[in-house]
């Protein structure tokens, strides 16, 4: 893909992009086990901790569930990389779908036979069990630091460790770690290949020639909510080293290969460097040391999907648009041929900046109150960490390619939140890869939608890749996924207008309006949404099969309606007159005591969970089914007494919209940066949530979507600068698309 051009708002100056970006570069000194830092591309990413390896997983906890072994942030993870347990027999959706009734009939949803009940499955048979583990992502394998003395192999210890110091380079993306280990002096420099799913690393050490050794291990795939990694099964998976041959480069390098295979399931690693010793040592573990005991081991470990026949790229870089020759020699900038590790660094030194320089910037530094200075670095950490870990070919999870969660399965209902800032921001090439993921599996979607009398697609909700639904008492019955691909789009479009992406996303845009359009029925009052149903606001699931009209998906759904009829507009083609029919007589919202109601029956509003009738006027423009005036007491009313404890990351945002287009700048400020348990931003950038949920990526995209509409504005919004920031604070920005 091409980088989109950056464009200077008038009444800003340049933004000095690499100042803005490396004074948030994440410096360590301390073990902190909620905050390790990530090198990655989108498809591929490696998490390490302070060593600048993953030698000290169990210091990095993810907390457990349902009574299983706790797992570990330090995860190595790419988009391909998914595994299943055989199951003893074959399972289907079958026995998990129930008929409801509905204004149309009965109509069948997958439900569960089980139930769900504080994230913790009970009573779920067998079947649910297998299909809402299986697919689930893998952790490709863990790269640290061992100790080999007299023979012995064992890991080294934290109280082994002095005078840690790590710095991530934003800029870059490389880290350097420099620490002393049992009285030696190690400087590790570690970065990952902007279009490989390789992580190269530079080891300096006298403890190389005393029995310092990187130990590369491989796990199992794993069927627990929150570990990628099943370290217990290992007669389940098998693991062989294969030796280079003869031959070497120029620079004495030689490749060793390891094949991998864990049920249907098969990739290969391939460790390349000069002057080292590659030893299988166990039955899932490699040694790899100097082979010279001397004070310098360079190396590349790449991960490769099977069929992969070497490390290569995966096609265009995003940034430049340029075409990578396969098996090229490491090359730097002067032309000199690297090592494998500084292959990797020059590689990522080169594109980062690519990425910082193009698309959107916002600077707030010059702003003398301290909220701007946390904001800022909030923005700048939230763009790597999205672009490590949302742009690739998948929606991701909510916890990216760190660790698991919800087996590393993706919920597509998440999909805005993860990937709309790249459009705002002006990074549009970053959006498409996983918006093209709906072409494959429009097919199954359709199915989902024939099945229960609809037109179009039914988008699902928990799956991997293939597009499966999950057995659910909540996913299968939200709805407010289905005009996600439109917003997607339609921001795609603002960012880049182009008949050529009119024609790629054409089919989505309209296969999910006519779902829309068939699902709203016809009443006295006007077009209806449900029953069954659960709103975005999870809280209703137990009263579903009565849930009927909540207020942010009638507002979607008139929005995203009107939006895909002008797609329709666009290339030539008539109106759908069903969809304007129903665009145009949506019901209005439920009004109580003069605020927004969450839905249109009793109990009307539960106060905990997401507040999502404020998305009505803030993620989306006004439609005309939402007054100003009531919205502004709905968010008056909200900041009154909601239940904090139990919203997540993404809230925040969702309110700072809407009060900055309620033209509120003091209240959105404050809603970023409200002090609450799950409004954490961690030195690392991420968005903490819960032990068992340790970070939680739809609220850095949030956040950064929340920012560009804020500093860009919005169709007819005021017109003055930056409008959704306090008139007092010094905002610059450039390079942003205003929001619909």
């Known amino acids: 893909m091409h980088s989109q051009s950056t464009t200077h708002h008038p009444q800003s100056p340049a933004i000095n992009r690499e100042a803005l970006v490396r004074r948030h570069n994440v410096r360590q000194e301390h073990f902190d086990p909620r905050s390790p830092v990530s090198v990655g591309n989108g498809e591929f990413a490696f998490t390490m901790d302070l060593t600048g390896l993953q030698s000290l997983p169990d210091t990095y906890p993810v907390g457990a569930r349902d009574e299983l072994p706790p797992g570990t942030l330090l995860g190595t993870q790419a988009q391909w990389g998914w595994h299943s347990v055989p199951p003893p027999e074959e399972y289907d959706l079958a026995g998990s779908t129930v008929l409801y009734d509905s204004p149309r009939g009965p109509v069948p949803y997958v439900d569960m036979v089980g139930d769900i009940v504080n994230d913790r499955e009970t009573d779920t048979s067998l079947a649910e069990t297998w299909l809402r583990a299986n697919v689930h992502r893998l952790d490709l394998g863990r790269i640290g630091f061992r100790w080999i003395e007299d023979g012995v192999e064992r890991a080294i210890t934290e109280d082994e460790i002095s005078g840690a110091e790590q710095t991530l380079d934003l800029w870059t993306g490389v880290v350097t770690s420099r620490f002393t280990l049992a009285g030696h002096p190690v400087n590790v420099t570690t970065a990952c290949h902007p279009d490989r799913d390789e992580v190269g690393f530079r080891v300096e050490s006298t403890a190389l020639g005393a029995g310092l050794v990187v130990s590369v291990g491989f796990p ?376 927004y109601a969450a839905i249109d029956v009793e109990p009307f509003t539960i106060r905990s969970d997401h507040p999502s009738m404020l998305c009505a006027l803030g993620v989306l423009p006004r439609t005309d089914i939402i007054d100003p005036d009531i919205m502004r007491a709905t968010l008056t009313d909200v900041l009154a007494d909601w239940d904090w404890g139990s919203t997540w990351g993404w809230d925040y945002p969702v309110m700072a919209m809407t009060a900055a287009r309620l033209e509120d700048p003091e209240a959105a400020v404050d809603a970023l940066l409200l002090s609450a348990g799950k409004n954490t931003v961690l030195p690392n950038g991420h968005n903490r949530q819960t032990d068992s949920l340790p970070l939680y990526l739809p609220g850095n995209g949030g956040l950064l979507a929340a920012v560009a509409l804020m500093a860009a504005g919005w169709d007819n919004g005021p017109e003055r600068h930056a409008p959704g920031f306090p008139s007092d604070w010094t905002v610059a920005w450039e390079g942003l698309v205003k929001a619909p």
Not at 295 to 321: E, K, Q, Y
Not at 453 to 480: C, Y
């Open 220 to 595: 199992y795939g794993s069927e627990a909510w929150h570990d990628a990694a099943d370290w217990s099964s290992a007669d389940a998976h098998t693991t062989s080293l294969h030796a280079p041959g003869a031959s070497r480069d120029h620079n004495g390098c030689e490749a060793w290969t390891v094949h991998r295979a864990l049920d249907n399931s098969r990739y290969k690693v391939v460790i390349t460097g000069p002057h080292l010793g590659v030893e299988q040592t166990g039955q899932h573990r490699l040694v790899v040391a100097t082979a010279d005991a001397g004070n310098l081991m360079d190396f590349s470990v790449a991960f490769l999907s099977a069929g992969d026949g070497d490390c290569i790229p995966r096609g265009t870089n995003r940034l430049t648009g340029d075409t990578a020759e396969r098996n090229a020699a490491p090359r730097g900038r002067t032309g000199v041929e690297l090592s494998p590790a500084g292959s990797v660094a020059a590689a990522s030194a080169a594109y980062w900046p690519g990425f910082w320089s193009s698309g959107g910037a916002i600077e707030l530094d010059a702003t003398p109150d301290a909220r701007a200075k946390e904001l800022e670095r909030r923005i700048v950490l939230s763009q790597y960490l999205t672009a490590v870990n949302c742009s690739g070919s998948l929606p991701p999870q909510e916890t990216g390619l760190v660790c698991n969660s919800w087996r590393g399965r993706f919920h597509v209902e998440m999909h805005w939140w993860h990937a709309a800032h790249f459009a705002q921001w002006n990074r549009t090439e970053l959006l498409l890869p996983s918006l093209q993921w709906y072409s494959t599996v429009l097919e199954s979607a359709r199915q989902t939608a024939k099945a229960q009398g609809f037109d179009g697609v039914r988008w699902p909700k928990q799956v991997g890749p293939d597009g499966r639904e999950s057995p659910s008492p909540i996913g299968t019955f939200l709805i407010w996924q289905q005009p996600h691909p439109i917003h997607l789009a339609e921001l795609a479009y603002r960012a880049n207008p182009s008949r050529e992406l009119l024609e790629e996303f054409a089919e989505i845009v309209f296969e999910s309006a006519a779902f829309m359009a068939s699902f709203a029925h016809p009443t006295s009052r006007g077009f209806e949404l449900g029953p069954p149903l659960i709103p975005a606001q999870e809280s209703y699931g137990s009263i579903r099969a009565k849930v009927t009209n909540p207020t942010f998906e009638l507002a979607y759904w008139q929005w995203g309606l009107r939006t895909a009829a002008a797609w329709r507009a666009r290339l030539g083609l008539g109106p759908a007159e069903a969809w304007t029919t129903v665009a145009d007589g949506m019901v209005p919202p439920r009004v109580i005591d003069g605020v």
